[in-house]
């Protein structure tokens, strides 16, 4: 064992995938691609100080895709013997014999293959010392009840948990691709409930990273919960009207997911993106840039290859607000006659920025001058096809650069072209969630629904 969270060797999961291949073949597939998966964790979480979840997690898995004749078949199992690859490559196959036929599926052309890419920095032992994560979240307990209230302000209830997991995994395919991948996940954070004269409010603050000292230290956390929930406390509506925007970093990624999403290359094929055909187009300001980097050590969404096995590129997204590339797999890139980007496991390290300096949270909200400031995304949507965005949100009201009052209760519309060409500025308080990197967004004009 590598680890005591992966329970199967890369030995053991390369003979598992390749077996799953030689036998699809056998079957009366043409092509067969197989990927084994094993990995655990564990998580902790403590309530008001008292333990409240303690859960070690384990897992397997074996993935089998089949194809023939433009028809495709996937099935998957969790255990690794030689009778239950049997029934896997059994149950794809016929899954596969009753598909429609589409002349774009196969897997990718072997000239994309990324054989030899080097792997990124991913892993980190993530330790299985329950005892001393239980203390650390002790430590963030603590943290949390050190950080100042405000007069006439109780912590009525609090709520910290830490995690860490690790997972190897292999994949095999009948071109000739065999790799394997070790990665790591440590994760950390903290929710806050308030209260005040009868009114409570929560917020929460959470970090994710590959490797432990990469973390928010507890404090930070913490903190950040916390005033974060103080803040909301007599929150109240705003007049409907248009005005400035100011996205904190937290609530910003909300727009790359709306904008990654239009890229994709699904959407694009099915023209169900409203940015449909837009490569090349200009379609937000032209300070704006969005790199994409799957080699970068120690990110959360780096890779050597993608799930078809092939690698993706350092590449601009959006160059100067111009639309510079799109997400493809192999059967959108040959739908699309384009080429596959490697981008079959969806987008890897993306970050935002802007050529025009925003500066630091206190110069956003001074370029912000009178208008909102969103903290925090409670629901609504973005239409994928018309771009129509619609959300409800939290956050202050913002008057000459200084936040006034915590605002809830109202709505925030407008029309993702039109919000990222009126992008004015992008903070360098740069946070990190997940794939996406960004600092605060600030947006020169969006309807707010208040009250009437």
Known sequence: MISAYISDSEADLRAASQQAVELALCAGGKQASASAVSGGGLQLGLRDGRLETAVR????SLNLTV?????VGSASTTTLDAEAIKRLVQEAVSIMQWAQPDADNGLADAADLAHDVPQPLRYEPAGDD????AEEASGMERALHAVEMPAGTELRTSEVGLNCSEALSVMVTSS????ATLASTQARWCSALAARDGAMARDYAQSMACRRSDLRPAAWLAEWALRGATGQLGARTVPSGTGPVLFSPRTAQVLIEDLVGALMGAAQYRRA????????EQVAADHIDLIEDPFEPWGLASGAYDAEGVAGSRRPILDAGVVGGYFLNSLNARRLGMRTTGNASGPYNLTLSSRRPGGDGLAMRRHLGTGLLVTAITGGRTDPATGHWNRAVEGYWVEDGVPGFPVAGITLSGDMRTMLRGITHVGDDVERFGAFRTGSILVDAMHIGGRA
């Open 67 to 71: 194809f023939k004749d433009g028809r």
């Open 57 to 60: 997690s384990g897992h397997r």
């Open 273 to 280: 993106s409203f940015l449909a055909g837009a490569l090349g």
């Open 130 to 133: 329950a005892a001393a994560m």
């Open 176 to 179: 000739g691709f065999c790799r």
